[in-house]
């Protein structure tokens, strides 16, 4: 009987091997694919992805980068206004949202489905507008997502938490908008050694302080803007290009 028992086990282990062995071969790939970036990279990984939550539903890993790469492949696409972004935006935002969202029931304890759940709604926001998002009851969500990750690793990701928090404060419409704490976040990123290099970073605290006023304000401003505006990405470089021509 003993015997019947190690064989059953044993047959058990053998199968199951290959399951095991298949996903995380996918995972694998799918790493390589995105860190590789471009659209089609992306759209690679999340095929291999999916493939691996079509055997594996619960695995938490698989779900949070597949949210991961629906946001990129979503902002990429915003980045490069290639046609039809804003509905490649809407769909890949509330995507990745459903992925996000599954990894932090599976993992409340763990940053990554928090943090990419609220880039998500951000890229659904660009393809839909922040009045439909807000209308959709996503602005507590976001928020909680976002200080969620916040309190867990708040350096995670090159101190993203802090960045989309500053983020989210500024671009929510009155009476909700609160540059106060916008600001804050902000000028905590702008304290850690990822600030330099991150010229997205730079549009995003230049606008802030532009739309704040002031002489001293507009003059950091004028400066943040002015590298901002040498992003090889052309969404931030026009943006920035455009804030400086109203600057005086």
Not at 152 to 177: C, H, N, Q, T
Request: proline share 3%; net charge negative.
């Amino acid at each position: 009987m003993r015997k019947v028992l190690s064989c059953g086990v044993i047959f058990f282990l053998v199968m199951l091997f290959p399951i095991g062995l298949m996903a995380a071969d996918n995972t694998a790939e799918a790493d390589k694919l995105f860190r590789l970036g471009g659209l089609e990279n992306y759209k690679q990984a999340i095929a291999l992805l999916e493939k691996e939550l079509a055997a594996n539903p619960d695995s938490y890993e698989a779900n949070w980068k597949c949210a991961r790469a629906y946001r990129e492949y979503g902002d990429e696409a915003k980045s490069k206004k290639i046609e039809g972004w804003k509905d490649i935006c809407a769909e890949y935002g509330k995507k990745g949202m459903q992925y996000a969202q599954k990894a932090f029931e599976l993992e409340p304890n763990r940053p990554d489905g928090h943090y990419y759940y609220g880039l998500n709604v951000g890229i659904y926001s660009d393809g839909v507008s922040i009045f439909t998002a807000l209308s959709e009851g996503l602005k507590d969500k976001t928020q909680t997502s976002f200080e969620k990750a916040y309190a867990i690793d708040k350096m995670y990701k090159e101190a993203g938490p802090m960045l989309s928090l500053g983020r989210f404060w500024a671009v929510l419409p009155w009476p909700m908008r609160d540059r106060d704490k916008s600001l804050q976040y902000y000028r905590e990123y702008q304290a850690t050694e990822y600030f330099a290099d991150n010229l997205e970073a730079h549009f995003y605290l230049g606008e802030l302080l532009y739309q704040i006023g002031g002489k001293e304000n507009k003059a950091e401003a004028k400066g943040l803007l002015e590298k901002a505006a040498q992003s090889e990405d052309p969404y931030f470089a026009d943006q920035a290009q455009e804030l400086l021509g109203k600057i005086k």
